[in-house]
């Protein structure tokens, strides 16, 4: 029965299913916040910390979790067509942006999931469920390890062998178990490859992440003015990072796999030509002449929504500076 629900909601994904709550990594995240690599990401230290330690104590009934993969190698290929427009302005944004027709991934994931664990409910009425992306404190990549999806590469990222790594986690956390078997934890596979430790623009790969160093900590999660990390901008990326993920040689395939869409979406093609396909100083002016609410309401139910008109407004301004 679980079998046939995964299949008819699930086209292009993986899944894996595992019943331990207690994440295998926590003593590295615990070093990451010992040595300060979270930066001014407070979130992840703050009383939220220690929920991280087990699924129980976020989730007090968790008996099992299903975890999923999204991958969004379309968007990152869509953008590589973008880049070679002649009237691209040089400016780069992630690729998970650009997922699901530029809206928030967020919500996507969680509407596909929701529709999987209904199903779930009128198979057992008994169960109960709780539905993350992202956003509750739970150590994800471990849960999609423990779940046999990946390893963990010297980027950090879970990376799957038919995937790679764009991608992004989502998970059903269920107050039973169920009869499927376990994920099998698999081993780091990066070989003699230093490719993604030699390619981060501002040097935050290293035992681990350094937050207050990586270019997505100031472009996404840094809303007011700050020092940008020593490096940002290099490349063109002015919201979110891809390279670390771009240079990896397990991305290659899976991206080759992809086919390149030629005609973008009317929304794509929106924020295409709001971002990407101008020169810089005019998104400047119009974002310096527009209200919040304005800002807001042009970017509703997108990625670009979270740092307000200010937060991208600074990573522009930061970028036209080097
Ligand atoms: C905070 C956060 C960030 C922060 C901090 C990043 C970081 N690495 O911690 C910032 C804003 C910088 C960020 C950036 C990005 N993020 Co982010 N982020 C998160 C979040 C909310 C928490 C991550 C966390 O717990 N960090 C704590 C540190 C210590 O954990 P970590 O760096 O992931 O390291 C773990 C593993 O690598 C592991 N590990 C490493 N080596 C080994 C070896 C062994 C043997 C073992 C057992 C474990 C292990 O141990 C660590 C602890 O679990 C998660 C969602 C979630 N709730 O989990 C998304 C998440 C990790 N991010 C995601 C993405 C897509 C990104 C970006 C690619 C976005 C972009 N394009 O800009 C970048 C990539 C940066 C990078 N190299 O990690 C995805 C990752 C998908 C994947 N394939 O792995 C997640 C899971 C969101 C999602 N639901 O899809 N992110
Ligand atoms: S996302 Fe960019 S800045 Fe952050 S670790 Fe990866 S390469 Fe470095
Ligand atoms: S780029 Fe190389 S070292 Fe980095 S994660 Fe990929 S395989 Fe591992």
């Given at each position: 029965?679980?079998?046939?629900i995964?299949?008819k909601?699930?086209?292009?994904?993986e899944?894996?299913y595992?019943?331990k709550?207690?994440?295998?990594?926590?003593?590295?995240f615990k070093?990451?916040?010992?040595v300060?690599?979270q930066?001014?990401?407070s979130?992840?230290t703050?009383?939220?910390?220690?929920l991280?330690?087990?699924l129980?104590k976020a989730?007090p009934d968790f008996?099992?979790?299903?975890?999923?993969?999204f991958?969004?190698l379309d968007?990152?290929?869509?953008?590589?067509?973008i880049?070679?427009?002649p009237h691209?302005?040089?400016?780069k944004?992630?690729?998970?942006?650009?997922?699901y027709?530029?809206?928030?991934y967020?919500?996507?994931?969680k509407?596909?999931l929701?529709?999987i664990?209904d199903e779930?409910v009128?198979?057992?009425?008994?169960i109960?469920?709780k539905?993350?992306v992202?956003?509750?404190p739970?150590?994800?990549?471990?849960l999609a390890?423990r779940?046999?999806?990946?390893?963990?590469g010297?980027?950090a990222?879970?990376?799957?062998q038919?995937?790679g790594s764009f991608f992004f986690?989502?998970?059903i956390?269920l107050?039973?178990q169920?009869?499927l078997?376990?994920?099998i934890p698999?081993?780091?596979d990066?070989g003699?490859?230093?490719?993604?430790l030699?390619?981060?623009p501002?040097?935050?790969?290293?035992?681990?992440?350094?937050?207050s160093?990586?270019?997505?900590t100031?472009?996404i999660e840094?809303?007011?003015?700050a020092t940008p990390?020593?490096?940002?901008?290099?490349?063109?990326?002015?919201?979110?990072?891809?390279?670390?993920?771009?240079v990896?040689p397990?991305n290659?395939?899976?991206?080759?796999?992809e086919?390149?869409?030629?005609?973008?979406?009317e929304?794509?093609?929106?924020?295409a030509?709001?971002l990407?396909?101008?020169p810089?100083?005019?998104?400047?002016n119009?974002?310096?002449?527009?209200s919040?609410r304005?800002?807001i309401r042009?970017?509703?139910?997108?990625a670009?929504?979270r740092?307000?008109?200010?937060g991208?407004?600074k990573n522009?301004?930061?970028?036209?500076?080097?």
């Amino acid at each position: 029965m679980i079998n046939k629900i995964l299949k008819k909601h699930l086209i292009n994904c993986e899944w894996g299913y595992t019943e331990k709550p207690v994440p295998l990594s926590f003593i590295r995240f615990k070093k990451w916040k010992e040595v300060g690599h979270q930066g001014p990401l407070s979130y992840m230290t703050d009383y939220r910390y220690d929920l991280r330690s087990d699924l129980r104590k976020a989730y007090p009934d968790f008996k099992s979790a299903l975890v999923f993969l999204f991958p969004y190698l379309d968007s990152k290929q869509l953008l590589g067509r973008i880049y070679q427009n002649p009237h691209w302005n040089g400016l780069k944004v992630a690729s998970y942006t650009f997922a699901y027709d530029v809206y928030d991934y967020h919500y996507k994931l969680k509407e596909n999931l929701n529709s999987i664990a209904d199903e779930l409910v009128k198979d057992d009425p008994s169960i109960d469920f709780k539905l993350t992306v992202d956003t509750a404190p739970i150590l994800e990549r471990d849960l999609a390890y423990r779940a046999g999806l990946g390893f963990f590469g010297d980027n950090a990222h879970l990376i799957n062998q038919n995937y790679g790594s764009f991608f992004f986690i989502g998970s059903i956390l269920l107050s039973k178990q169920l009869p499927l078997d376990e994920g099998i934890p698999q081993s780091k596979d990066c070989g003699h490859c230093t490719k993604c430790l030699i390619a981060c623009p501002t040097s935050a790969l290293g035992e681990d992440v350094d937050a207050s160093k990586c270019v997505s900590t100031f472009s996404i999660e840094t809303f007011k003015d700050a020092t940008p990390p020593v490096g940002f901008g290099g490349d063109g990326h002015i919201f979110g990072c891809d390279i670390c993920s771009e240079v990896c040689p397990w991305n290659v395939l899976p991206l080759k796999r992809e086919a390149v869409r030629s005609e973008l979406s009317e929304r794509e093609q929106k924020y295409a030509d709001f971002l990407l396909l101008r020169p810089i100083d005019e998104i400047i002016n119009e974002l310096e002449g527009m209200s919040n609410r304005e800002y807001i309401r042009f970017f509703k139910g997108t990625a670009f929504e979270r740092t307000g008109r200010l937060g991208i407004l600074k990573n522009l301004i930061h970028y036209n500076k080097i």
